[in-house]
């Protein structure tokens, strides 16, 4: 039964689609648009099932039944998954991303599918996915997470390394960059940034990630959580036990408000960078904030002019308001600056997202595409361009509820082209207003304009009319836009992401348990478990570690598929950084990753309930429990475990890896904060895995739905829920 319990689990983790036909590259001088699906079903979220789904006893839960399935709008029933928003304001669905390329006239050309066992995006959280290219041309990048497809709650989620036990959400997910070169090679590096919340934007210049996004999902502000919002810098391959690297400071305190002409008094640490949008320019980092009510809505520039940040000077630099540009309280305004484009020193175009207010929408004076001109050392708004965006006014949507029609509001990323004529075309795309749950999953739209660069007349300007080239179908939602990259390198080539298979955001791998490689092309196309006896070559495939201690050892393989190979870590690794390489087929992938002595982590199913079973001891008779169940519409959901009598015992037993060599006695497991008595914790039979026994304690009986937490040698696993009758 074991046996067959861990072969379910490893299929379940990585048994994956076939890998889709080779991508034939970017060619210069098109445009790619980010974009994500929603592949969720009634099955991803069953009505009535407990949100936020896993919410530790040190937070302010306020726990309560989703009120729909997890069903897109459609036709057929009033059933919306995002109305579950209005239930738990951590509510969110994980979903893929693909880059569409196109032509400059808005014509599809290919879309690249970005692996989603190595990255995802939030479906409803519109802040995310914008898309930058990288100065030299060589690379585009973006944020996501890595977590699996149709996963709940994780834009809120902490990150592994920065964790804040008054976070609802509750579990710990990294969020990480993509980074996509010109013939559409991959690599994603984790990072503990924007713990609690989203990150926005990544841009690769002068050998680092500068990221921008938000933090803080609990009551409190740890001084960690705060240090992992704003700006962040990333080194491209760092493994997931890399630290959050904080670029500048910046507090509202530091501004006058021009309504007293005294400074700004203090507001919540970290949500005055609130940051949504960057570009680099000139070698300058220029960012913007636009939502939230703390802080300042404007644009930024990040350090000294013509210096972009270093890992040396980065965490002193300045955040500054550039001059002419709006200071007051984010409370009060009427601007909500989202992305930006430099066409040259003295021209920058803004786009304005609008205020998200339905009602307000059409009246907005400030949200489309803002001109500043830099006059004697001063920005200065122009004019406005909102013609042809029809802010306001609702649009149809195919196979879409027309009590859900979404109106334009305003845009959020952009970018930009200078012709050769003294006109610049930039593209753009929509944000919008609706009566859906959440606005953020609306089916939006790119658009472009051509404005004269010279031109600083409002009439003129206000004059150019905006085209639509692109609309979202339903269950689609467009993100980034960005030109595609331009210049090949020899660095454009595939990088796996390293975890654990029952946890993709696992900060480490474990010596002696097991660890998963999710990428492309690692293996042939006949993949499969490789139980018995596990070998070190398979389908054309090996894997080998080179340890902190420059010692390089084979691994034994127990899954191979050309976007995921299973191995056990050699019992020997030397704990630190070390280097992973999967040889296949005449080619080789590398990547680093952090190996520990102890590295938790327990299997579940959709990151809710446990891969387990209980066992209750009755009166001698040993009665095996199920922990979950399927709904009608194959919705995990929790079955009530049944604790017995005064004098039964009941058992959770837990299945993961990364376990066992903390021993015994610095193993616990908690039930909504109650310590159960773990009654074993060690190596199971087949290799890498480990089994948890741990008797639930009686006093729990009635509880109902449980927050469940394993720890091991002090570090966290992924938590988990039960039900207890």
């Given at each position: 039964?074991?046996?067959?319990?861990?072969?379910?689990?490893?299929?379940?983790?990585?048994?994956?689609?076939?890998?889709?036909?080779?991508?034939?590259?970017?060619?210069?001088?098109?445009?790619?648009?980010?974009?994500?699906?929603?592949?969720?079903?009634?099955?991803?979220?069953?009505?009535?099932?407990?949100?936020?789904?896993?919410?530790?006893?040190?937070?302010?839960?306020?726990?309560?039944?989703?009120?729909?399935?997890?069903?897109?709008?459609?036709?057929?029933?009033?059933?919306?998954?995002?109305?579950?928003?209005?239930?738990?304001?951590?509510?969110?669905?994980?979903?893929?991303?693909?880059?569409?390329?196109?032509?400059?006239?808005?014509?599809?050309?290919?879309?690249?599918?970005?692996?989603?066992?190595?990255?995802?995006?939030?479906?409803?959280?519109?802040?995310?996915?914008?898309?930058?290219?990288?100065?030299?041309?060589?690379?585009?990048?973006?944020?996501?997470?890595?977590?699996?497809?149709?996963?709940?709650?994780?834009?809120?989620?902490?990150?592994?390394?920065?964790?804040?036990?008054?976070?609802?959400?509750?579990?710990?997910?990294?969020?990480?960059?993509?980074?996509?070169?010109?013939?559409?090679?991959?690599?994603?590096?984790?990072?503990?940034?924007?713990?609690?919340?989203?990150?926005?934007?990544?841009?690769?210049?002068?050998?680092?990630?500068?990221?921008?996004?938000?933090?803080?999902?609990?009551?409190?502000?740890?001084?960690?959580?705060?240090?992992?919002?704003?700006?962040?810098?990333?080194?491209?391959?760092?493994?997931?036990?890399?630290?959050?690297?904080?670029?500048?400071?910046?507090?509202?305190?530091?501004?006058?408000?021009?309504?007293?002409?005294?400074?700004?008094?203090?507001?919540?640490?970290?949500?005055?960078?609130?940051?949504?949008?960057?570009?680099?320019?000139?070698?300058?980092?220029?960012?913007?904030?636009?939502?939230?009510?703390?802080?300042?809505?404007?644009?930024?520039?990040?350090?000294?002019?013509?210096?972009?940040?270093?890992?040396?000077?980065?965490?002193?630099?300045?955040?500054?308001?550039?001059?002419?540009?709006?200071?007051?309280?984010?409370?009060?305004?009427?601007?909500?600056p989202f992305g930006i484009w430099f066409a040259n020193g003295n021209t920058l175009y803004v786009g304005d997202e609008g205020d998200g207010t339905a009602a307000d929408a059409a009246t907005s004076t400030t949200a489309g595409l803002q001109k500043w001109v830099l006059t004697q050392g001063t920005w200065k708004l122009v004019y406005t361009m909102q013609k042809g965006l029809n802010l306001g006014q609702a649009y149809a949507v195919p196979n879409y509820p027309t009590s859900l029609n979404p109106a334009t509001d305003g845009l959020r990323n952009i970018t930009g082209r200078i012709n050769g004529d003294g006109t610049v075309t930039i593209w753009a795309i929509t944000s919008t207003v609706s009566a859906n749950g959440d606005q953020g999953a609306d089916p939006n739209q790119l658009v472009s304009i051509t404005d004269t660069l010279a031109n600083t007349d409002p009439a003129a300007g206000t004059a150019q009319s905006f085209s639509i080239l692109r609309s979202a179908a339903a269950g689609e939602v467009l993100r980034g836009v960005a030109f595609a990259p331009n210049a090949a390198t020899s660095l454009s080539v595939n990088a796996p992401l390293i975890s654990s298979p029952a946890n993709p955001s696992s900060a480490a791998i474990a010596a002696g348990g097991l660890a998963v490689a999710n990428g492309v092309n690692l293996a042939g196309p006949n993949g499969e478990p490789l139980f018995g006896v596990y070998p070190t070559s398979a389908d054309g495939t090996s894997v080998s570690i080179l340890d902190a201690t420059s010692v390089l050892t084979p691994a034994q393989l127990y899954y191979t598929a050309p976007d995921a190979v299973g191995f056990i870590v050699p019992p020997n690794a030397a704990a630190g950084a070390a280097q992973v390489t999967i040889s296949a087929n005449g080619t080789t992938q590398k990547a680093n990753v952090q190996i520990a002595a102890v590295a938790p982590s327990v299997f579940t199913q959709n990151g809710v309930f446990p891969s387990a079973y209980a066992l209750r001891v009755s009166g001698g008779n040993q009665i095996v429990e199920s922990v979950f169940t399927t709904d009608k519409n194959g919705a995990y959901i929790a079955t009530p475990i049944n604790l017995g009598s005064g004098s039964d015992q009941t058992f959770l037993i837990l299945f993961g890896t990364g376990i066992r060599a903390a021993g015994i006695a610095n193993v616990s497991v908690t039930f909504n904060g109650v310590a159960g008595q773990v009654m074993y914790a060690g190596p199971q039979e087949t290799p890498g895995l480990d089994q948890v026994n741990v008797l639930i304690p009686a006093s729990l009986a009635g509880k109902g739905n449980v927050n469940v937490q394993l720890t091991a040698g002090g570090i966290a696993a992924n938590p988990f829920q039960v039900s207890i009758q």
């Amino acid at each position: 039964m074991i046996k067959n319990s861990l072969a379910a689990f490893l299929l379940c983790a990585l048994s994956l689609p076939a890998q889709p036909p080779a991508f034939p590259g970017f060619t210069p001088g098109n445009l790619v648009v980010s974009r994500s699906v929603y592949t969720g079903t009634a099955a991803t979220v069953a009505a009535g099932q407990p949100l936020p789904p896993v919410c530790p006893s040190t937070a302010a839960c306020k726990t309560k039944p989703a009120s729909d399935s997890g069903a897109y709008p459609s036709l057929a029933n009033s059933n919306n998954v995002f109305n579950n928003d209005n239930i738990d304001g951590n509510f969110s669905v994980t979903s893929p991303i693909f880059l569409d390329q196109i032509t400059p006239a808005g014509t599809l050309v290919n879309t690249l599918p970005i692996p989603s066992n190595m990255i995802v995006t939030s479906f409803s959280s519109k802040s995310e996915l914008a898309l930058n290219l990288s100065p030299d041309g060589t690379f585009l990048t973006f944020l996501g997470y890595t977590a699996p497809v149709n996963e709940l709650d994780v834009s809120n989620a902490n990150t592994p390394l920065v964790y804040d036990p008054t976070d609802p959400a509750g579990t710990s997910v990294f969020r990480a960059v993509g980074q996509i070169g010109m013939n559409g090679s991959i690599q994603v590096t984790p990072t503990n940034s924007f713990s609690g919340d989203n990150g926005r934007a990544a841009v690769l210049a002068n050998g680092f990630y500068y990221m921008v996004g938000n933090a803080n999902n609990g009551s409190g502000t740890p001084a960690n959580v705060i240090e992992s919002t704003g700006v962040q810098m990333a080194k491209p391959g760092q493994p997931g036990s890399t630290p959050p690297a904080q670029v500048g400071t910046f507090s509202i305190t530091q501004v006058i408000n021009p309504a007293t002409g005294a400074a700004y008094t203090a507001d919540k640490p970290g949500k005055d960078t609130n940051f949504r949008g960057l570009t680099v320019f000139n070698n300058t980092l220029y960012i913007t904030k636009g939502s939230g009510s703390n802080g300042i809505n404007t644009v930024y520039q990040v350090g000294n002019a013509g210096s972009l940040p270093t890992p040396g000077n980065a965490a002193t630099l300045p955040i500054t308001i550039l001059p002419g540009l709006p200071t007051n309280s984010a409370k009060t305004t009427t601007m909500f600056p989202f992305g930006i484009w430099f066409a040259n020193g003295n021209t920058l175009y803004v786009g304005d997202e609008g205020d998200g207010t339905a009602a307000d929408a059409a009246t907005s004076t400030t949200a489309g595409l803002q001109k500043w001109v830099l006059t004697q050392g001063t920005w200065k708004l122009v004019y406005t361009m909102q013609k042809g965006l029809n802010l306001g006014q609702a649009y149809a949507v195919p196979n879409y509820p027309t009590s859900l029609n979404p109106a334009t509001d305003g845009l959020r990323n952009i970018t930009g082209r200078i012709n050769g004529d003294g006109t610049v075309t930039i593209w753009a795309i929509t944000s919008t207003v609706s009566a859906n749950g959440d606005q953020g999953a609306d089916p939006n739209q790119l658009v472009s304009i051509t404005d004269t660069l010279a031109n600083t007349d409002p009439a003129a300007g206000t004059a150019q009319s905006f085209s639509i080239l692109r609309s979202a179908a339903a269950g689609e939602v467009l993100r980034g836009v960005a030109f595609a990259p331009n210049a090949a390198t020899s660095l454009s080539v595939n990088a796996p992401l390293i975890s654990s298979p029952a946890n993709p955001s696992s900060a480490a791998i474990a010596a002696g348990g097991l660890a998963v490689a999710n990428g492309v092309n690692l293996a042939g196309p006949n993949g499969e478990p490789l139980f018995g006896v596990y070998p070190t070559s398979a389908d054309g495939t090996s894997v080998s570690i080179l340890d902190a201690t420059s010692v390089l050892t084979p691994a034994q393989l127990y899954y191979t598929a050309p976007d995921a190979v299973g191995f056990i870590v050699p019992p020997n690794a030397a704990a630190g950084a070390a280097q992973v390489t999967i040889s296949a087929n005449g080619t080789t992938q590398k990547a680093n990753v952090q190996i520990a002595a102890v590295a938790p982590s327990v299997f579940t199913q959709n990151g809710v309930f446990p891969s387990a079973y209980a066992l209750r001891v009755s009166g001698g008779n040993q009665i095996v429990e199920s922990v979950f169940t399927t709904d009608k519409n194959g919705a995990y959901i929790a079955t009530p475990i049944n604790l017995g009598s005064g004098s039964d015992q009941t058992f959770l037993i837990l299945f993961g890896t990364g376990i066992r060599a903390a021993g015994i006695a610095n193993v616990s497991v908690t039930f909504n904060g109650v310590a159960g008595q773990v009654m074993y914790a060690g190596p199971q039979e087949t290799p890498g895995l480990d089994q948890v026994n741990v008797l639930i304690p009686a006093s729990l009986a009635g509880k109902g739905n449980v927050n469940v937490q394993l720890t091991a040698g002090g570090i966290a696993a992924n938590p988990f829920q039960v039900s207890i009758q």
